[in-house]
């Protein structure tokens, strides 16, 4: 009989372990803000991910024609004298960062946090929209001298 573990499930978890610590959720920063981001009508609507965010913590901010989304979880224990038993969710910064066009008219984009998404509206500026343009007729036709 061997005296090796055969077991694959507990080399997952032993992997598990080494790249993501020992299942201790402080420390460890949220990997990334996932986002999605699409056009309907005259808008763009971004939708990103921000699962167990407080609304207050999110900062957007625009310069220089670069979108700037931060936020930060935190895990505020009531009882100073907790003992974790497990403690899996992370705590840390978001942020991400967008450049935006000229067609976007920064002025009126919005922004609402429902459900742990966080979404953007991003209205286009009204020269970037699509136009019709009208060619005038004159009544008279010109000559051509010879």
């Known amino acids: 009989m061997s005296s090796f573990n055969t077991d694959p499930f507990t080399?997952?978890?032993s992997l598990a372990r080494q790249l993501f610590g020992a299942g201790n959720g402080q420390g460890r920063a949220p990997r990334f803000m996932p986002m999605d981001l699409y056009k309907v009508d005259s808008s763009y609507i971004?939708?990103?991910?921000?699962?167990?965010?407080?609304?207050?913590?999110?900062?957007?901010d625009i310069d220089n024609g670069v979108l700037t989304i931060s936020a930060q979880r935190?895990?505020?224990?009531?009882?100073?004298?907790?003992?974790?038993?497990?403690?899996?969710?992370?705590?840390g910064s978001y942020r991400r960062q967008l450049t935006l066009s000229d067609s976007v008219d920064t002025?009126?984009?919005?922004?609402?946090?429902?459900?742990?998404?966080?979404?953007?509206?991003?209205?286009?500026?009204?020269r970037a929209k699509a136009r019709k343009i009208q060619v005038s007729r004159t009544d008279t036709p010109k000559e051509i001298d010879s």
Not at 78 to 91: F, H, K
């Open 11 to 13: 080399q997952f978890d």
């Open 46 to 60: 971004l939708s990103a991910d921000l699962p167990g965010v407080n609304p207050d913590s999110i900062d957007i």
């Open 74 to 91: 935190t895990t505020s224990p009531e009882n100073d004298d907790i003992q974790w038993v497990l403690n899996e969710r992370a705590t």
């Open 107 to 126: 002025e009126r984009i919005s922004a609402e946090y429902a459900d742990g998404v966080l979404r953007l509206t991003l209205p286009l500026a009204e």
